[in-house]
C-alpha cells in the first residue's frame, strides 16, 4: 500500500564523524567527531572513538561521514571485529549495501544501537561544493593544489596528489585536529540545515535522500492511498527503463549541447499510474485510462528511434524492426506517432490517473527557482531529482552481519563471524508503474527536442548535442545551454571529451572548461581519456570494497591498485557505427 504517513514527525538526533589517515599505510591520525549537544571532539584511534561515542547517551542516533560508507566505515569494521575476537559477542552488526558502498550500519550492543549513515547518499555533491554553498570552506591544501579540480593535465594532477598525500602525512596534529574539525562543522550544518527545510516542507529527515524525498510525499502530496500489487509491479518491470544514451556522430565541432530543465521531475507533472482498473486484451481507447501493455510492435527506420529494446544482458538498445515487450501508452502514442505498428496485443494492464506528483513537482520547482542561497537551491534540487526511482525499490536486498544471535540458512559465511546475505524485504510504497511512466515521458521529451532538430550527435538522459541554436527557458520542461561545444569526441555512451565553455553562473560569463568523462573511470585527465578511448590500462589507487576484502577473509582497510581499460570493440555498441565515425540505428535482429 503506497500511503498517507500521519505519524508525528520528530527532529532526528545527528551526529557527523570523519577520519583523518596517512596514505599508503591508512595508520588512523585522529577521528574528528560534532554534534550540537557537545561540539567537537577528537579521539587519536578508532578504538577509543568507539569507547567514549558508542554509549547509552547516542543509542538510536544517526553517525554521519560523507562517502564513509566507502572508507570511514571500513576502520568502523575493522575495530567492531577486533574488539569482538578480544571479548567475544560485544557488537552485532547489520550493513546495508549499495553497488560497493556500504549506505547504512547499524551496531549493536546488548539493548543500544547507533548507525553509521553514508552522508553522500543523503546530499550528493562534493564536501567542498556543500561548504562553499553554505559559506563555509574547508582547510587543508591550497585550493591552488587541489588535486580533484578537472582538466588537469597529468603531470598536474600527480603533483597535486604527491602534495595531498605528504600533507596527510606529515602536518601537525594540531593543523589536521582544525582541518577535521572544519569537515566535520560543514557537514554537520549542512544537515542540520536540511533537516530544517524538510522539516518547514512537512516532512522529516530520512538516512537517504530517495528517503526523505519519499516520506515528505507520502505525508504532504499523496491525496489517498493507492494499493499495489506484486503481480503489477512485475508486470511493469518490463516497461521500466530509465535513459537513453546514444553516439550518434562521435566528432564535433562548433555545437551546442542543452539540457532539459528537471526532466524527470516535468514528466512528474503529467497524469501518473494511479489505482489499478483491471487488465484487457486491447489497447484502452479512452483517452482517460494510462496502461502498460505487452504487445509485438513494428518500429520503422529512422535516423532516430522511438522505442527500447532490452537485450538480455540488460543493455537497453534503440533498434527498429518487430519486437515483443511491455511498453507504457507513452511509448505506443510515441511508436504511433512515429508512423510504427501494433502487431499483437497480449495482455494490457490498466490505472485510473494520478496527479498528485504534479504538485509535488511544481511546488518544489518553484520553490527552488525562488531560493536566495546556494544550499537551499540545492536541497531543492536534490529532491526534484529522487522521488521517481523510490517507486521501483528493489525488494532484493544485500546484507553483512557481524557476529549475529543466530546463524540463518541463508547466510554465505565470508570468514568466521562475518556473512553475507541476500533476501527479499517487504517494501510497502513500490509501485513500478509510476516509474516507468515517468522514464517513459522523459524519454519522449527527448526524443522531441532531438527529432525537431537538423543534426544531433549525442545524448545522455536529459541533455544532447546539436549544431543548432535552440530557444531556452526556465520553466520545468524547457531547454537550457549547458556547454558550447568548440571540439568534441563522443567515443560511447558516457564516454567523451569536450574542449568549450561553460556558463559561470555568478558572473553570468562564458568561460573555458574541458570536459573528459569515462563512465567507471575517475580522475580523467585529457591524456587519460586518449589512453582510455585506445584501450589502454589506467591505473590508479582506490579503497578496496568491504565486500572485496571481506570475500578474502580479510577486514583490515586497504588501498588497491586497481588497473581497468574500457572494452570498446568487445561489445556491441548502441547503434551500427561507420568508418566516417556517423551512426545508424541497428534492426533489432542483429542484435538478438
Known sequence: MLSILSTPRKFQDVLVYDMEWIPGTLEIRLVGIYDGKYGYRAYASVKLFLEYELTSRNRGRLFYAHAGGLADVQFVLEAVIQVNREYPGTYQVHASFSGSSAIIVHVSRGKNSWHFVDSYWLLRDKLKNIGISIGLLKGGIAEKDDPDEDGLTDTEFDRRLALKREWFRSTPINELRDYNEQDCLILYKAIYQFQLALLEMGGQLQMTLASCAMNLFRRKYLSNDIETCYEVNDFAKESYIASRVEVFQSSVQDANYYDINSSFPYAMTQPCPGEYIGCTDSIPTKDSIIYITDALVEVPEATITPLPYRHESGRVFFPFGKWRSHFTNIDIELLQKEGGRILKVYETQMFHPFHDLREYATDIYNKRKAATDDFTSLVYKLL???????????????????????????????????????????????????SAHITAMARRTLFNFMSSCCDFHYCDTD????????????ELG????????????????????????????????????????????????????????????IEYERMSRIRERFRKGLFNPHEAIIKKRLKIGKIIPKRFTYPDGYTRPWHVDEIK
Open 384 to 434: 526534484l531529482n529522487s522521488l521517481y526511482g523510490k517507486f521501483a525499490e528493489s525488494a532484493k536486498k544485500t546484507s553483512l552481519r557481524i557476529d549475529p544471535d543466530e546463524i540463518r540458512p541463508s547466510y554465505e559465511m565470508l570468514f568466521p563471524g562475518a556473512f553475507l546475505e541476500t533476501h527479499m524485504v517487504p517494501v510497502p510504497h513500490v509501485h513500478v508503474p509510476i
Open 463 to 474: 541533455g544532447f548535442s546539436t549544431s543548432e541554436v535552440l530557444s531556452t527557458g526556465k
Open 478 to 537: 524547457d531547454l537550457k545551454l549547458e556547454k558550447q561545444i568548440i571540439n568534441g569526441y563522443f567515443a560511447a555512451p558516457k564516454v567523451y571529451g569536450i574542449e568549450g565553455k561553460e556558463l559561470n553562473k555568478k558572473s553570468g560569463e562564458w568561460e573555458n572548461k574541458n570536459h573528459y568523462k569515462a563512465k567507471g573511470f575517475s580522475r580523467m585527465t585529457a591524456s587519460r581519456f586518449l589512453k582510455v578511448i585506445e584501450g589502454e590500462y
